[in-house]
């Protein structure tokens, strides 16, 4: 349930109201938007009275239900205004939103060696990339595969960080490496396997680095919602959702089905940022650079691209991922794409 203010309400009259649902054994949260103040109610508001809300204060403007089971990652809990995720690097701060500069992350699969993610990064930073990714835990099918370096691996994301201050994003698998992954990356990567791993999901939910919630493969844009709540919900308002495709039955020619059409159903869902992987949703570098296009086309907020130094040789998804010089070519490509779509360019030049 939402109640909106008047235009002037005073602080203190939004105070007395934010007491009084807590006695009511609610949960309220003051959300400030451009205009108007909103209190956002969760718990169990099914038997509330809206109008007994109305007279509590001549301040009250209206009281309106959420419908949906998200309440804090909908749309209407924060006045419609689409949520903007400042996030700090050391090159400067890289808004994720609907209303700012498309965001771009690059990087290999998995963290190989210092050489590797090192060129890597200043190769994917000269194209116009913000955000350097690579696994250091990395979840793999059969457990006889390249596991990731661990901590080794996040030395060398920092050694990267390091020389390039680009951002970091790495995956975090377990919850007890929380703390020395966020001493490293700037925004934490929960993978389509964990996305419905509520306990990890309340653990991330309950530190302050921003989230990037990648859609579990088989997963229903609700269940992804549902997901993002349970991280709202334990207080972390910076959450951005990542399509990555989902499970098909073609396993030759496209790896997964990458699903376009959540960006806008979730734009009318959702207040959240919206990403999308086509390295992951399409399994081929060939797929990459039309679907990093049709993404920005749909209105996609930030893409996260794999490119390796030499493809064939990674240790993971090689087949899908870009050679930098390959990156080169599709990140200026991308630049009138993003303009076409409003969306400024800045984001496809060097930082
Ligand atoms: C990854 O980003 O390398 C990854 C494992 O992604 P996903 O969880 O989408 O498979
Ligand atoms: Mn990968």
Redesign the pocket.
């Given at each position: 349930m939402i109640v909106v203010m008047k235009v002037g309400t005073p602080t203190p009259e939004i105070d007395r109201l934010t007491g009084e649902f807590k006695d009511w054994g609610l949960e309220p949260e003051k959300i400030v938007g451009s205009y108007k103040v909103v209190i956002g109610l969760v718990g169990d508001t099914a038997s509330l009275n809206p109008e007994r809300i109305e007279e509590l204060s001549p301040w009250v403007e209206s009281v309106l239900r959420v419908e949906a089971p998200f309440k804090r990652a909908s749309r209407e809990y924060r006045q419609n205004e689409s949520t903007v995720i400042a996030v700090p690097t050391p090159n400067g701060e890289v808004r994720f939103g609907e209303t700012e500069a498309i965001v771009t992350i690059a990087g290999p699969?998995?963290v190989e060696n210092e050489a590797s993610i090192v060129e890597v990064a200043h190769r994917v930073k000269a194209a116009g990339a913000q955000f350097l990714?690579g696994?250091a835990y990395?979840?793999r099918t059969s457990p006889y595969a390249f596991q990731g370096h661990g901590e080794s691996g996040l030395d060398l994301l920092e050694a990267a960080r390091e020389a390039t201050g680009l951002g970091i994003i790495t995956?975090v698998m377990d919850s007890e490496d929380i703390p020395k992954i966020a001493e490293v990356a700037d925004i934490l990567?929960v993978?389509?396997?964990?996305m419905q791993n509520f306990s990890l999901l309340k653990k991330i939910g309950a530190q302050p680095k921003p989230v990037f919630l990648?859609?579990g493969?088989a997963a229903t844009i609700e269940d992804w919602l549902m997901a993002a709540e349970y991280i709202l919900a334990a207080g972390n308002p910076n959450v951005i959702l990542?399509e990555?495709?989902i499970r098909t039955f073609d396993r030759r020619y496209t790896r997964n089905t990458l699903d376009l059409s959540a960006i806008p159903v979730l734009r009318s869902l959702t207040h959240l940022p919206i990403a999308i992987?086509p390295?992951?949703g399409c399994g081929w570098s060939s797929l990459v650079p039309p679907m990093a296009k049709a993404a920005i086309a749909a209105g996609a907020d930030s893409l996260?691209i794999?490119v390796h130094p030499n493809p064939a040789k990674a240790l993971?998804?090689g087949p899908q991922s870009l050679t930098p010089d390959a990156f080169d070519t599709l990140m200026a490509e991308l630049a009138p794409f993003a303009e076409l779509c409003g969306r400024s360019a800045k984001a496809t030049q060097p930082v």
């Open positions: 699969c998995s990714r696994g990395k979840p995956e990567q993978g389509a396997r964990n990648k859609r493969m990542c990555r495709g992987d390295s992951h996260m794999e993971s998804d």
